[in-house]
């Protein structure tokens, strides 16, 4: 579905819906290795925070931390 337009129409409509309500700006994830996303996104003006790494906690570890 690249291409069509519908990436830029939802973030566009994010980035009213972040302006209406006073927040100060939007903060997505992207895979290191996804050129065509990545090329997309900074050419909207979006930075690319290479200081951040995405963290999943589940199964038994989630279930071993909520036991205590």
């Not at 579905?1 to 939007?26: D, S």
Request: glycine letters at 12%; a negative charge.
């Amino acid at each position: 579905m690249r291409g069509k337009g519908i990436g830029k129409a939802l973030l566009q409509k994010l980035a009213q819906i972040a302006l209406e309500e006073n927040l100060y700006g939007l903060r997505w994830m992207v895979l290191e290795w996804n050129d065509p996303a990545l090329k997309f996104y900074e050419s909207l003006g979006a930075e690319l925070l290479g200081e951040w790494e995405t963290m999943l906690l589940r199964g038994e570890a989630l279930q071993r931390l909520a036991s205590g």
